[in-house]
């Protein structure tokens, strides 16, 4: 049973898809201009755990490393206070065992609790670089799949207005994180990712509503019969968001530093996801003509399926 009745979302669908244009506009100019911030995983430089016996304040270890020409160095908890995790970006004909020379003596000095270098790990500027072209060609191959996927499932104004959802959520996502000059890494990748299937997701759910009213009511425009099945389907839509961001959210406030971008793409991704799922991929469809002809089952399935007993 649908909680809201006779909600137009199809009437909205105008407005909604210009300020999904607005905001995907704003995102490719900021994708263009300022560019993602990207992390080492991509851009590639060292990265130093260390262990302290009680919590240490991070201030004075970035006034420390930016004394000694580290400036560029992002340092955070990691897991809890007493853990600090250390980003460097590559530096020419340095390695980590000279690395390590120089910075332990700095760090040890920035508290009175023994500290314990945990480890040192240094990314090549050529594997992240590789790292980057991988991670694009994930969400490449991601998106291609599911284009295939929902044609054969579906049909292919589906198959369409599903991917076009998708783009709109990956864009947007990405937008943000461009704005804000937020890090962009490994594990925000694997979030943006993490979007795609669960926009995905919404978008079937509707999807196979839409397909299951074309084919039990012959009297309503295809207008009127989307417009019934994201009636249909809108609460468990928002239920199922709703329960995400709770975790999410929690996530980002307790979590620590390290996870924070990750469950922001999240939040980000599931909220855009959720609007997406209702306004672009059905309002895709309804553009494309999907119509009840379309999702008849062929009548020789029809005569096969009576013949059996």
Do not use: C
Request: negative net charge; hydrophobic residues 50%; without cysteine.
């Amino acid at each position: 049973m649908a909680l809201f009745k006779e909600i137009n979302f199809m009437g909205l669908r105008k407005i909604a898809m210009s300020i999904s244009l607005v905001l995907i506009l704003i995102s490719l100019v900021s994708l263009f201009t300022n560019k993602l911030n990207v992390g080492i995983d991509f851009t590639g430089g060292s990265v130093i755990e260390v262990g302290y016996e009680e919590a240490v304040d991070l201030k004075p270890v970035r006034a420390a490393l930016v004394k000694a020409g580290y400036g560029d160095a992002i340092v955070q908890h990691f897991g809890s206070a007493k853990e600090v995790l250390i980003r460097l970006v590559p530096r020419e004909g340095q390695n980590k065992a000279e690395l390590s020379s120089l910075l332990i003596p700095i760090l040890a000095e920035q508290t009175s609790s023994k500290m314990d270098v945990r480890r040192v790990d240094f990314v090549g500027p050529q594997v992240g670089e590789e790292l980057r072209e991988d991670g694009g060609l994930a969400v490449l191959y991601a998106l291609i799949a599911i284009l295939i996927y929902v044609s054969l499932r579906f049909e292919y104004r589906f198959s369409l207005g599903a991917v076009a959802a998708l783009i709109h959520d990956v864009i947007i996502t990405l937008g943000v994180f461009s704005i804000l000059q937020l890090d962009f890494d490994l594990s925000v990748l694997a979030a943006i990712l993490a979007v795609i299937g669960y926009s995905l997701n919404d978008t079937i759910v509707v999807f196979d509503r839409i397909r299951e009213n074309f084919r039990k009511i012959r009297k309503k425009t295809s207008f009127e019969v989307i417009n019934m099945s994201i009636n249909q389907t809108i609460s468990r839509t928002l239920v199922t968001s709703l329960t995400t961001l709770l975790v999410l959210i929690a996530l980002y406030t307790f979590g620590g530093e390290v996870i924070e971008a990750f469950a922001l793409a999240l939040i980000i991704g599931v909220m855009v996801g959720t609007y997406s799922s209702i306004y672009v991929a059905s309002a895709s469809a309804l553009a494309l003509g999907i119509t009840r002809s379309d999702m008849l089952i062929p009548e020789k399935e029809d005569v096969e399926a009576e013949a059996q007993p």
